[in-house]
C-alpha cells in the first residue's frame, strides 16, 4: 500500500449489518462497485455472512417485489483486532448504522484504523458516513473518535478524515424471529434509493454513490426526515396503538388516524416552508413517497416497533416536540401534533421497559413535570397546555 491509495480495491467498511446495513447501505456501495466488509456482534449473522459470501435483500411494495443478491467480501467481530484495523487503514468510505447508544462501543476501533493510517502516512481521504438517527451526528462521533486518537494526530485526522452526516430515508422493518429463523441474513426493504449527505463534512472528492444526494443544506434535510418521516411513524405508532391496531397500514387506513397525519404534516410542510423557504413541489413530492411507502402492506411495519422508546422520541428536539417548535417557529399552532404528543406520553406497552419507565413517571411525578423534564415543555405554555388537554381527554386503554 503506498502513501497515495488506500488499497487495491474499491472497498468500505460498514459497521453495523442490521437493518440498514443490509437493508439500504449494502445495495448502494455493492451498485457503486464497492467491496463490502461488515463489521457485526451478531456472530450467527456473521457466519452466515461468511459462508454465503452474499445475503438476500427483498425490495417489496404492495403488488411486488424483486429478490437482490448482494455480494459481500467479509464479516468481522466488532473489535479492533488486526484484521479490522489492516481493513480501516486500507479503505477509503467507512459508514455507521449501529445504533446511537452502540457508537462510543465503536469509536476506538475507529481510532485504531486512524492511528495506523498516520503510521503509514496514508493521505488518501477517509470519509465515515455516520448513518443514525441522530442530530449533530458528524460533531458527536467526530469527538467520541478523537478522544481514542492521541493529540499528536488530530492534525493528521483533521487533514484526511471527513465524519459526515447521513439521512436514511429508507424504510427497513426489523426481521421476525421466523424470517431470522429460516435465514438469519435475509432483509425486506422499500424501494427509495436516495442518501443525502452533508457536503461540506466530506473531505477530498465527493464518492461515486449510488443515490447520494450532497447538499449544503443539510440542517434542513435531517429535520425534513426527522419531523415528516419519522413523525408520520411516530404518528402512526402511537394512535395505531391507542386504537388497537398492529401493523402501520392498517393505522394508516383508518379515516381518524388519517386525517390526524395529514393535519400534522400540513402543519410541518408550512413550518419549512415559512422557517426554511424549501420548495412546496419538493415538499410534496417527498410526503407523497412517504405516503406511499406507509401504505406498503409487504414490509409488515408494526405499531410497536413504530411507538417504542417513547422517553427518546419525547425528547426536545425530537421527532414530534421539535416539529411542534418548527410549527410554532412559523407563527402556527401545531393541534395536530399536540394530540400525538399525548397519545405518546399515554403510550404504555408493557413489553416496553422505556414504556413502562415513562409510565412509572407520570404516576409519581404527574405529567407537568415529566413533560418539562423530558420535553422541554412548560405546563403553562400553550403547547403545555394543549398537550394537557389532549392528555386527559385521551380515554386508557383498556
Known amino acids: 500500500m503506498t502513501a497515495e491509495q488506500p488499497g487495491a480495491d474499491k472497498s468500505a467498511v460498514l459497521f453495523g449489518a442490521g437493518c440498514v446495513g443490509r437493508g439500504f447501505l449494502g445495495q448502494l456501495l455493492s ?79 475507529i481510532a485504531a484504523g486512524i492511528v495506523r493510517r498516520a503510521e503509514l502516512n496514508v493521505t488518501a481521504p477517509l470519509n465515515v458516513l455516520i448513518c443514525e438517527n441522530m ?7 467526530k469527538a467520541m473518535v478523537l478522544a481514542h486518537v492521541p493529540t499528536a494526530l488530530h492534525a493528521y485526522a483533521e ?13 427497513i422493518p426489523r426481521p421476525t424471529a421466523e424470517m431470522r429463523a429460516a435465514d438469519c441474513s435475509f432483509i425486506i426493504a422499500d424501494t427509495y434509493k436516495k442518501l443525502p449527505v452533508n457536503r461540506p463534512r466530506f473531505v477530498g472528492p465527493l464518492p461515486e454513490i449510488v443515490g447520494l444526494l450532497p447538499t449544503d443544506n443539510f440542517t434542513a434535510y435531517i429535520e425534513r426526515k426527522l419531523y415528516l418521516h419519522n413523525c408520520g411513524h411516530a404518528i402512526l405508532g402511537y394512535l395505531g396503538y391507542r386504537r388497537g391496531y398492529q401493523l402501520s397500514w392498517q393505522a394508516l387506513a383508518d379515516p381518524v388516524i388519517y386525517d390526524v397525519l395529514t393535519r400534522a404534516f400540513t402543519e410541518v410542510r408550512a413550518g419549512f416552508r415559512a422557517v426554511y423557504n424549501m420548495d412546496s413541489a419538493e415538499l410534496d413530492d417527498y410526503i407523497a413517497e412517504l405516503l406511499k411507502s406507509f401504505a406498503n402492506r409487504a414490509l409488515g411495519d408494526t405499531v410497536v416497533r413504530l411507538a417504542r422508546d417513547p422517553l427518546r422520541k419525547l425528547g426536545p428536539k425530537e421527532r414530534l416536540v421539535g416539529a411542534a417548535r418548527l410549527v410554532e417557529r412559523a407563527g402556527m399552532t401545531p393541534d395536530a401534533l399536540s394530540l400525538v404528543i399525548a397519545a ?11 414504556a413502562v419507565e415513562l409510565q412509572r413517571r407520570i404516576a409519581v411525578e404527574g405529567l407537568e413535570a415529566v413533560m418539562a423534564n423530558v420535553s422541554q415543555i412548560q405546563a403553562t405554555e400553550p403547547l403545555g397546555k394543549a398537550v394537557q388537554a389532549e392528555f386527559y381527554a385521551i380515554e386508557e386503554k383498556r
Open 344 to 354: 405518546a406520553y399515554r403510550f404504555d406497552d408493557a413489553d416496553d421497559p422505556l
Open 135 to 141: 442530530q449533530d451526528a458528524s460533531a458527536t462521533f
Open 159 to 171: 487533514a484526511h478524515v471527513g465524519f459526515v452526516d447521513v439521512v436514511i430515508g429508507r424504510t
Open 31 to 109: 451498485e457503486s462497485g464497492y467491496l463490502l466488509t461488515f463489521v457485526e456482534i451478531d456472530e450467527p449473522l456473521i457466519a452466515a455472512l461468511n459462508a454465503r459470501r452474499a445475503y438476500t435483500l427483498r425490495l417489496v411494495e404492495n403488488d411486488w417485489n424483486a429478490d437482490l443478491s448482494i455480494p459481500v467480501e467479509r464479516a468481522l467481530y466488532s473489535r479492533a483486532d488486526e484484521t479490522l484495523v489492516t481493513a480501516l487503514a486500507q479503505t477509503s468510505l467507512v459508514t455507521t448504522a449501529v445504533g446511537v447508544r452502540s457508537l462510543p462501543d465503536i469509536a476506538p476501533t
